[in-house]
Every structure is written in structure tokens, then in C-alpha cells.
């Protein structure tokens, strides 16, 4: 019974272009939403974050989006390069007795070519 | 400057030899998890520690426990690895609400 989804276990973009991961929740209690890359034979390294009370944060390149009342979230990447080819996690939490608890998605794989 | 760092980052080992994996981070987080992945699914959670209280999922198989003997180090002992252990295992920690990872341990029972 996944809670977050990642529907698209792959993307494939040109470099330039715009990337766009998307995932889905199911769990309403989930308060915080965070991006996680990670490139073959590491650990997942956070890239952006956002709060329930915002529908919008940007870093840079990255975006995030999020939908609270479709239970949605989305990653937007401009202009993509090809170093950004990497598996992109999308995960969600709560706040549990004082520690926020990150529940994964499969993972979505990018590939940006040049 | 490596903040949480896992050992080994390979290991194999025989069906139902105990096996301990490592964490230590040098980030003074109080909580610290640890995450199994297996090929092309979502990191699954199986324990943490907040401070010294333990934290178990309810459906972490009982083979897998946990020790924390201060704040620093985390070690996850599997008593009994099967060929379904086979997987790569998280250590991560936090402060607030972004987790830090480890470069993760690949373990293969054979």
C-alpha cells in the first residue's frame, strides 16, 4: 500500500528542455514534501523541500509544485543539463514524536540528453 | 567531508550468518534510520531511533534488530539473512525534516 507514488519509473528530456517529475500522496496527515537525487552507487542527496502551507518553492533550477487538495506535487527542471541525469525521489512526512519520518516513492529515473 | 558514513559499502554474505551493518555520523543528529531498498522500489523504512528510544515498524521482519550505543553510531544487525535480504541498506539521520543519507551498503546473501 504505497502512500507516495511515482507513476513514471523513467523520463527521458533534452538538454534545454524542461524536466517535470511528478508524484502523488495518499496519506493527508503528510505535512512536509521533499526531492531527493541520486546518482548510481551513492546515497540520496536532498535537492528541495516544501511545507503544506506553501504551494511553491524555487531553488535555482528546480521548482516544486504542490496541489494539496489533488494530493500532488510536481519537480520542475530549467533548463535541464545533462549532469541532472540522476533517479529523483520524491518522499513525504509527518511530524512524529518531534522527528519528521520521510516516506519514498520508487523513483523516477532521469535521462537528459545533450 | 563525509557526514554519515556506512560500512562496508559492499558485503556478501552466506544464507543465515549474522551479519552487522554500520552507520556513524559526525552531524550530533538525534535521529537516525535505517531504510532497506531493494531493485526499482521505494526505500522502505524498518527502523529509528529518536535519541536512544527505538522505534520499530510494525512489518520489519523480527530477524532485523537495531542497536544504538550513542549518538554517533547506529548498527543494524540482521540475525539470519535470507535471499530476500538481498537489498541495499539506508543509514540516514535528521535534526528536523531533511534526512541525510549514507552512500548505503549493498548487501548480497547468497
Known amino acids: 500500500d504505497q502512500q507516495v507514488k511515482q507513476n513514471s519509473p523513467s523520463l527521458s528530456v533534452q538538454e534545454g528542455r524542461i524536466s517535470i517529475l511528478n508524484c502523488d500522496y495518499t496519506n493527508s496527515m503528510f505535512d512536509y514534501f521533499l526531492w531527493y537525487k541520486k546518482y548510481p552507487a551513492e546515497g540520496p542527496t536532498f535537492l528541495i523541500s516544501i511545507s503544506s502551507i506553501k504551494d511553491k518553492n524555487e531553488d535555482g533550477r528546480f521548482t516544486v509544485f504542490l496541489n494539496k487538495s489533488a494530493k500532488h506535487l510536481s519537480l520542475h527542471i530549467v533548463p535541464s543539463q545533462p549532469g541532472d541525469s540522476a533517479v529523483y525521489f520524491c518522499a513525504a512526512s509527518e511530524a512524529s514524536g518531534g522527528s519528521y519520518i520521510p516516506t519514498f516513492g520508487r523513483g523516477t529515473s532521469l535521462i537528459v540528453h545533450p | 567531508d563525509a557526514m554519515v558514513i556506512q560500512n562496508p559499502r559492499y558485503q556478501v554474505t552466506q544464507f543465515g550468518k549474522p551479519v552487522t551493518l554500520s552507520c556513524s555520523q559526525t552531524l550530533n543528529h538525534n535521529v537516525m534510520y535505517w531504510y532497506q531498498q531493494k531493485s526499482s522500489q521505494a526505500p522502505k523504512l524498518l527502523f529509528h531511533y529518536y535519541d536512544k528510544d527505538f522505534n520499530n515498524e510494525a512489518d520489519t521482519p523480527d530477524n532485523f534488530q537495531s542497536r544504538r550505543p550513542n549518538t554517533s553510531f547506529c548498527f543494524l544487525d540482521i540475525r539470519s539473512p535470507g535471499l530476500g535480504d538481498t537489498a541495499m541498506y539506508l543509514c540516514?539521520?535528521?535534526?528536523?525534516?531533511?534526512?541525510?543519507f549514507g552512500q548505503g551498503t549493498r548487501l548480497t546473501v547468497v
Open positions: 540516514a539521520t535528521s535534526e528536523g525534516s531533511e534526512a541525510f
